[in-house]
């Protein structure tokens, strides 16, 4: 079989931890994890499995780099749910049996550079979500810690969107797993918390006006909502279609393009697999070009 060709993403994530003054307003202070990993890498890993929304994730590695001060990470999502059958081209079918200590499990492979404090982590649908990496780390933290991943952007697109545009069109598509208490109040989270009773995950919300070509959305709302989208850590897909006034044309601004990733295409097949080992060497190689290092 020839090689084939997947894209594979590294979103960067800040840590943050929340704390509360006397009048009861929250305050973000950036996260280093060195301490948390130098313990996680001192124990054994099993001690690392913990109960998160259903299904149970653990480190399965975690290694230092004293030269570059990143840190190598694997984190498993141990997935309880029935396995398929393996069948061959005569018609010969059998059941995937695990035994009671064993599960199919998930890979996501992250990095983290400890003098800058930034995650590079692998988004994988079927691995660890931002939501569960969040309370993952908070549960082997301190006790009373709360955490919080954050998107770093990069880009200058959102500077663009303002009460004074005109808009024709939004679409956004948000996980809704990783709305967190913080967000409760926010018109985001009114979309999303109407919709929960359907019990998807994922929220698709297009507003526009088809092919009418003079109606105009609210400026002032649509505005706050894609601000508050462009910070969440679940907004998967978010363009807006804007004009700056009313002699300028209508064009569509992709928001996701503001944040920071590295996007990579990996070659595999059954004889050269996407390995955690690969995945990090790949991050790597990005890292180090993109900090001068080779």
Known sequence: MPNQRKPVQFDHFRPYYLTTDENGISHEHVYNLSALLQHVMSCPFSETKKRILGDTHMFHTCRYDEDLRVWELQILHLREKILPGIADDSGAYELIQLADNQYPAESTTILYDETRCTLYLQRNIYGTSI????????????????????????????????????????????????????????????????????????????????????????????????????????????????????????????????????????????????????????????????????
């Open 131 to 294: 939501k569960a990496l969040e309370e993952f780390l908070q549960l082997l933290s301190p006790e009373g810690t709360l955490m919080l991943l954050k998107p770093i952007l990069s880009g200058a697109r959102i500077g663009r969107i303002t009460t004074s545009n005109l808009y024709r069109k939004l679409v956004l598509v948000a996980d809704s797993e990783q709305l967190n208490n913080e967000q409760t109040t926010q018109h985001l989270a009114q979309i999303i918390n109407g919709s929960r009773r359907y019990q998807g995950r994922f929220i698709r919300f297009e507003l526009g006006f088809r092919h009418q070509k003079h109606g105009r959305l609210n400026a002032r709302e649509v505005s706050d909502l894609i601000h508050e989208a462009y910070s969440f850590p679940g907004t998967h897909d978010l363009r807006v279609h804007v004009a700056e006034n009313e002699d300028t044309p209508f064009e569509t601004i992709n928001l996701m393009d503001d944040r920071a990733s590295y996007k990579l295409t990996v070659e595999y097949s059954r004889n050269n697999p996407i390995t955690h080992e690969r995945l990090y060497r790949m991050c790597l190689g990005k890292y180090m070009e993109e900090q001068g290092l080779r």
